[in-house]
């Protein structure tokens, strides 16, 4: 993968002042509150998402 994820906000703040930090390979940092993050992927849901609104295909 070539791209990394970008966040549109700070979520410590909110703001969308981010820049990429030099720290790290995908760590952002907030010029607003100084503070630097990073986003992560955990995997994947053993069962998937289910929807709870009765929604969906029906046969």
Avoid: V
Avoid at 15 to 32: I, V, Y
């Amino acid at each position: 993968m070539s791209e990394r994820a970008a966040p549109f906000f700070c979520p410590y703040c909110g703001d969308e002042d981010l820049r990429p930090n030099e720290a790290g390979h995908g760590a952002w940092q907030c010029g607003a509150c100084n503070r630097a993050f990073q986003l992560k992927f955990l995997g994947l849901l053993a069962q998937g998402l289910r929807r709870t609104d009765g929604g969906g295909e029906k046969i």
